[in-house]
Structures are given as C-alpha cells and as structure tokens.
C-alpha cells in the first residue's frame, strides 16, 4: 500500500491549481462589475485624492517661499526658470525705466501656486506679478532713492536725475523734488518732464507765480497740451 | 477486518482468465469475426490491436469455447527459442514429446504437415506475436502453407510491429480482426459487468456516468488501463475504509478518489 495521505496532499495541490484559472476569472469579473457599478464614485475619489496632492504640493511650495529672502527669491525649478526671469524682467520694464544693480532687490514680491494636475506629470507654475509700487513701501522706495542719489553723485546723468525728482514728488518732499528737478533739467534742458515737475514742486510749496511763470517760458520756446494743462490747473487752483 | 473495497479492487486485477471475460457489444463482434474466420480454409488470420484492447482474452476465451470442438492449441507464452518452439508444435502434430536432446527436422516436420492436409485441421493461437524472430515467423508461415495448422497470430499495433506484419505476412495473411479501444458506452458496461458479475452491487450503482466519464478521460476506452484504474481507486478506498472511514461515503462514488488514483498513476501531473 502506497501513501494514501502523500497522495491526498498531492491531490489538494491539484485542485488548487485547477483552482487558480477560476479564482481569476471570477476575481476579474467581480473587479469588473465594481468598476462598473461604481464608476463614479470611484472617479470622484481619485479625483478628490489628486486634490489633496496638489494641495499638499502647494503648501509645501509655499512653506519653502516663505523661508527664502525677499531678495533672493530663486525657484529650483527646471521647467521654469528661464520663463520666470524673463517674466519679471518684462514686468520691471513696463512700471518703469529705472535702472537698478541689485535687480534681484528690485523684484517684485509674487504670490505662486504650484499645480499639478496628474502626479510624476508635467508640473506648471502660475505666476501672478502683483504690482510693485502698491507693495513697496515708503521706506523702501526711500532707501532706493538714497541709493540711486548716492550713485547720482558718483556718476551724474539725467535718468537718474529725474528719477530721484519724480520719487521725492511721489514723497512729498517737494524741496528735493524741486531741486532734483532742475538738476535734470540742467543735464537735458529739452526735458519737459524736468519742467512740469520743477512747477509742479514750486506751486506744492506754494509758490505759484513761480511755477506759473516757469510753464509760461517753457510755453514761450514748446508746445505742450501737458504743459498747458498744469499752468491751468496752477492757475486754476486745482492743483 | 476485510474491507468491502478489498473484492472489488481484485475484480480489476488484469487477467486473461476466462471468468473475467466480460462480452461487450463491441468484443462480440470481435469473436464472432473470429469464429468465422476459423472455419474458412485461411492460412493466417491476424489479431491486430493496441496493448490493452483485448487480444489476450479474446484468444483465450475462444481457446476455451472451442477446445473440446476443435484440435485447438493456445501458444500463451511466446517461446524465443526456436528449438523449443518446435518441441511444441511437434506434441501438438504428434500429440507426443521429444526428448529434450533431440532437434526437430524443420524439412521433417513441414512434410509431415503436408502429409495430414485434409485428414486434420489444426488451430494454432500465438500470443504476443511479435516477440517471435522473423526467421521463425517465416518458418511459421512455412508450416501453414501445408494447410494443416492455421495460425491466428495476435500482434500489438505499433508502427514498428505494423511493418513486421506487413513484411513477413502480407501476402499470407487472409483476415484481420482489428481490436479497438471501448466507447464510453463499452467502458461504463466493463466496469458495470465486472463489479456485478462479483456481486458488488451497491459498489455498481454508485458509480455514475460522471464518474464514468472521468476514468473514460484517463483510460481513452482502453481495457488494462481502466483496469489499473479502477484498481487504485479501490485501493485507496481500502485504505480509507480502514484507516480513516469518515473520508469517505460509501453511498456515493468519489471524485476526489478517481483523481487521486489518476495522480498516483501518472495521468494527472500535478
């Protein structure tokens, strides 16, 4: 007599893998069924899943911007580097033609979302370029004229000149305004903005006839709706 | 104790005894073929079939029915050896022994062969016909040309012994009886038959088609193969019976048993 319980356990392997190709296809068909049943619903967790990661994602992006310098804002991104400078270089050209050295100083402060729409896919950077002025405040904008005076003295040219005129307008520090005014208008004396701003730092000190007589030769020698339109608002009291 | 399994597992044990003969439709015709073909005045009459498929039984069933009817002689045995095998059919012509020292004339005994044409008509079976050399198959086609020995000579079909047959008998042979492997209809009788011609009836009646249809799968129909089957499962019914009773029901015929027994012999590789 052979080894009737050996023979059994052989047959138990058997029937297990006689088994398997049933199990598998019933297991297929059961998937199947889920899936089709609950179609929807399963979308709506994975998408609802997708969402966590990439608000996950966000807040990680925005955890690791808020510990970098103002200043020295540099996103590690391989994608968008290049897009990234070359957007905020075009952002500074357009508010204004100021020339800065330390451009990274300069740049606008920007609030990034970081969306991914599929995970190990593509990632996209929105970039929203809020307006610099509106941020800045009047002691930045202060220490930006300290330097550009500062760079002024070492090396006078109009450009700055004008600028540091408009800024100090913009402060209400008229003197300054005034002289930074006529400063520029001695460096580029066809300047009609050096004009307008030189008037329109004397009638804010309060000096009309002054500014008004300024517009008037100006007016003499050019042609100018802007100028015209400041002596009538001086004389017009309006400014 | 003795198990009830015990008689039925040596009902399939593989004989060529006459009582386990069981007359299947497709058997019946077989003998019938070859009881007619006897009485025709033919040389050599070829029993031809794949192992299995009931030369031996058949030979010896019609040795049995015939033996008192006919001078009918059954060559179970093959004999390799020449000398002896003409010792034999010398006592079958002469109805007497040779010493064993003697050689038998081949010449001698062909012409007393040819001297008894007529007066006597003598039936030759040779089992397991292809064990014999072809130089003896041609002596023994020899001998029936004296038509007074009329061999029926049972061959195992392989290709190799199909060659043989048609090589050496081709042109002697008058009759073919081909044995074939049973329908499922043969195999469900064979195994009916059998249990009941032991009386194990209510071992009979609970094997069903199904069960049937199974060991037709293993066996393919053929007769030994069934019989090692059926076998082992009544072996390890035997088995459980003794040893582990609550493994089985004795009401109804197992699945599980029949695989199990088709693993054991090879039929199912697991």
Redo the contacts between chains.
């Keep these: 007599m052979y080894d009737v319980e050996l023979l059994e356990k052989e047959w138990k392997r058997y029937r297990m893998k006689r088994r398997i190709p049933w199990i598998g296809f019933i297991l297929l068909i059961a998937i199947g069924t889920t899936y089709l049943l609950n179609r929807e619903v399963i979308f709506r967790k994975v998408s609802l899943y997708f969402n966590d990661i990439n608000k996950t994602a966000s807040v990680e992006i925005k955890e690791q911007n808020s510990t970098l310098d103002n200043r020295t804002l540099a996103l590690e991104s391989n994608i968008s580097d290049t897009l990234f400078n070359e957007k905020i270089d075009q952002e500074l050209a357009q508010k204004d033609n100021l020339l800065i050295e330390d451009k990274p100083d300069k740049k606008p402060s920007m609030d990034i979302e970081f969306t991914q729409e599929k995970v190990h896919k593509r990632k996209y950077l929105n970039i929203v370029v809020t307006d610099r002025e509106s941020r800045n405040s009047n002691s930045e904008m202060f220490d930006t004229l300290t330097i550009v005076e500062k760079r002024y003295n070492e090396s006078p040219n109009y450009e700055d000149a004008i600028y540091l005129a408009e800024g100090y307008y913009e402060q209400k520090n008229y003197e300054k305004s005034q002289k930074w005014a006529l400063e520029s208008n001695n460096l580029n004396s066809n300047s009609e903005e050096s004009w307008l701003l030189f008037a329109k730092s004397k009638a804010k000190l309060g000096d009309y006839d002054a500014a008004g007589k300024i517009l008037e030769a100006y007016l003499k020698e050019n042609s100018s709706q802007k100028v015209e339109k400041l002596l009538h608002s001086i004389e017009s009291g309006k400014l | 104790m003795e198990s009830r399994y015990y008689h039925a597992k040596n009902v399939f044990i593989d004989s060529i005894e006459i009582d386990d003969y069981i007359a299947l439709d497709s058997s019946v015709i077989s003998y019938k073929q070859l009881q007619h073909s006897i009485e025709k005045p033919l040389k050599m009459i070829l029993v031809f079939g794949r192992p299995g498929t009931g030369k031996s039984i058949l030979l010896n069933y019609l040795y049995e029915n015939l033996k008192y009817q006919k001078d009918i002689h059954y060559f179970a045995t093959p004999t390799t050896n020449e000398e002896e095998f003409f010792h034999k059919i010398f006592k079958v012509i002469t109805k007497k022994n040779l010493p064993s020292n003697t050689r038998v004339n081949f010449s001698t005994l062909v012409d007393y062969c040819r001297d008894i044409q007529g007066k006597r008509e003598i039936v030759v079976l040779l089992d397991e016909a292809q064990m014999y050399s072809a130089e003896m198959m041609e002596r023994i086609r020899l001998l029936s040309d004296s038509r007074s020995i009329k061999f029926i000579i049972a061959l195992h079909k392989t290709d190799q012994e199909d060659l043989i047959a048609k090589e050496h008998f081709q042109s002697r042979i008058w009759e073919v009886v081909e044995l074939r492997n049973g329908t499922l209809e043969d195999t469900q009788n064979y195994i009916h038959k059998k249990l009941l011609k032991k009386n194990l009836f209510e071992i009979a009646n609970s094997i069903k088609s199904y069960h049937i249809g199974l060991i037709y799968k293993f066996s393919k129909g053929n007769y030994r193969e069934t019989n090692k089957i059926l076998f082992t499962i009544f072996?390890?019914y035997e088995?459980?019976d003794l040893?582990n009773k609550n493994k089985i029901d004795e009401n109804s015929f197992s699945k599980?048993i029949i695989?199990?027994a088709a693993?054991?012999l090879g039929f199912?590789h697991?």
């Design positions: 072996e390890i088995y459980y040893h599980k695989e199990m693993i054991k199912i697991v």
